[in-house]
């Protein structure tokens, strides 16, 4: 599980970095989009981290189940516990 959390977690970080600084980029046209200032700048963050989750989760199921032979229970179970640890 240590792998898999490190491997992913490099990426959301940098996924996060990258969300706040394209947030602070926006903020400097903060006059045309004063109306919904607090709604500009969080959902491309969460969509990143939503869509970085799922891809990578998607990515290395298939590659798994392409190159071995797959304990489905224990494959679900380990893939569930990494995505609660790096929510929590």
């Given at each position: 599980m240590r792998v898999t959390?490190?491997?992913?977690?490099?990426?959301?970080?940098?996924g996060l970095v990258a969300g706040l600084f394209?947030?602070?980029i926006s903020s400097q046209f903060e006059a045309t989009i004063?109306?919904?200032i607090t709604l500009?700048?969080?959902?491309?963050v969460v969509a990143y981290i939503?869509?970085?989750v799922g891809t990578q989760s998607e990515a290395i199921?298939?590659?798994?189940?392409?190159?071995?032979?797959v304990d489905y229970s224990t494959y679900l179970w380990?893939?569930?516990?990494?995505g609660l640890f790096l929510v929590v």
């Open positions: 959390v490190w491997s992913r977690a490099l990426w959301l970080l940098f394209l947030s602070v004063q109306e919904t500009a700048f969080f959902p491309p939503a869509d970085s199921a298939i590659r798994a189940f392409a190159i071995t032979d380990r893939e569930f516990s990494s």
